[in-house]
């Protein structure tokens, strides 16, 4: 049974920082991208990195570049996304997905809610 769970989101001020993880298990995790996603209420969801299947290739959206690091760990099965500066903008629900473009034939978690508010 494939199963994405992701942790690590919360409540912060603006300029602070969160680091959520995503744990992934019942696929053979080495073999693909991985991807985290965001949507925010009345939007749809976001790309907003791409890490590929041994870190060489990572991508992110321009309102993240800079601020936010994606990385996997391949011998835990789990993919980081490291959050720094944190903007009002950044709230939304944060997810994790099993490619470098995922659609509804990707794997994907439940969510976590990353709030960014003073």
């Known amino acids: 049974q494939v199963q994405l769970v992701e942790s690590g989101g919360g409540s912060v001020q603006p300029g602070g920082s969160l680091r959520l993880s995503c744990a992934a298990s019942g696929f053979t995790f080495s073999n693909y991208a991985m991807s985290w996603y965001r949507q925010s209420p009345g939007n749809g969801r976001e790309l907003v990195a791409t890490v590929g299947e041994i870190s060489a290739i990572r991508n992110y959206a321009d309102s993240v570049k800079g601020r936010f690091t994606i990385s996997r760990d391949n011998a835990k099965n789990t993919v980081y996304l490291q959050m720094s500066n944190l903007k009002p903008e950044d709230t939304a629900v944060y997810y994790c997905?099993?490619?470098?473009?995922?659609?509804?034939?990707?794997?994907w978690g439940q969510g976590t809610q990353v709030t960014v508010s003073s």
């Open positions: 997905c099993s490619a470098s473009v995922c659609d509804d034939h990707s794997y």
